[in-house]
């Protein structure tokens, strides 16, 4: 007789590998356009996909603007991991919020739900029109524009990295509260059973629950907030420029022999948010197993 552990965990492998042959064509798919654009995209970098000329292997695109390369990945990786704690804290306590709140719990969720659809374009311009040093803050609070912090295009990024926060927090909550289900309620209902204190279950049963989602959901907000264009544009100083948007001028300027340096940028972009995948995934794994 097979032992009921051996039974699970070939019932387990089976639903894996079912799962697997399910999702193969969508993922060759995905890997196949999307290898083939980061390879011409490093292929340009390096010079041997030019616009103009001979192809030639070489790291110009690289060192031709190191200083401003180095700049703008400072810029980026500040934005980014400011957006994606703020986010994840923010997101986090909605969740619990929704986790938590009986009758309002709808209008919680429906507040999330509404923050999802506004884009992120209409939000910058949003954002805008309200932190800058003649937004609707500045006049609601009866501050001079001269003594206003400079919130939109300053020396800091806080507008940008408010903006981003405000979106993805929603986007954090709901996949976290996805994730605790029923489950969280039972636990909730032992654990009270018990003589828990609510700050005990949150940290015993409803952290552990949610760090999966936690995680997975922090690793999108970082990589689309490396990655975009138009909140840093609207909303950022003209120099250091973020990663995308120093991307985006080079390549669509009238300067043609700038793409390979446009390139680059967009390589070391890449890269970043490739390393911040090989850093989490294997986190997320392990947490998930944990649970």
């Keep these: 007789m097979t032992p009921p552990l051996t039974r699970t965990a070939h019932l387990r492998a089976g639903r894996q590998s079912e799962g697997a042959r399910l999702v193969a064509p969508a993922v060759i798919l995905i890997v196949a356009v999307t290898g083939t654009a980061i390879g011409a995209v490093v292929a340009t970098s390096l010079g041997l996909l030019p616009l103009v000329g001979q192809p030639r292997l070489s790291a110009d695109g690289f060192t031709a603007l190191a200083g401003d390369l180095r700049a703008a990945t400072q810029e980026s990786l500040l934005i980014a991991i400011a957006a994606t704690l703020l986010a994840a804290a923010i997101g986090l306590t909605i969740a619990t919020t929704i986790v ?4 309002g719990v709808r209008l919680v969720v429906a507040l999330a739900v509404t923050v999802l659809t506004v884009p992120h374009l209409v939000g910058a311009a949003a954002t805008g029109l309200l932190l800058s040093d003649v937004g609707l803050a500045q006049r609601w609070s009866g501050i001079s524009p001269a003594s206003w912090p400079e919130l939109v295009g300053g020396r800091w990024p ?39 204190a609510p700050r005990a279950q949150w940290w015993r049963v409803l952290l552990p629950l949610a760090a999966p989602a936690l995680a997975s959901s922090s690793l999108i907000v970082f990589v689309y907030s490396l990655g975009t264009y138009e909140v840093a544009r609207l909303l950022g100083r003209a120099y250091p420029e973020p990663l995308p948007v120093m991307a985006y001028r080079l390549f669509t300027g009238i300067d043609v022999t700038a ?6 940028t967009a390589v070391v972009a890449t890269g970043l948010a490739l390393s911040a995948a090989a850093i989490t995934l294997p986190l997320v794994r392990r947490l998930g197993a944990d649970r």
């Design 100 to 103: 938590r709140a009986g009758h």
């Design 259 to 264: 793409r390979p340096q446009a390139a680059a």
């Design 158 to 196: 806080w507008a940008t990295v408010l903006e981003l926060a405000w979106k993805e927090s929603a986007f954090v909550a709901l996949v976290v509260t996805a994730s605790l289900g029923r489950r969280y309620a039972d636990l909730r209902e032992v654990s009270v059973v018990l003589g828990a």
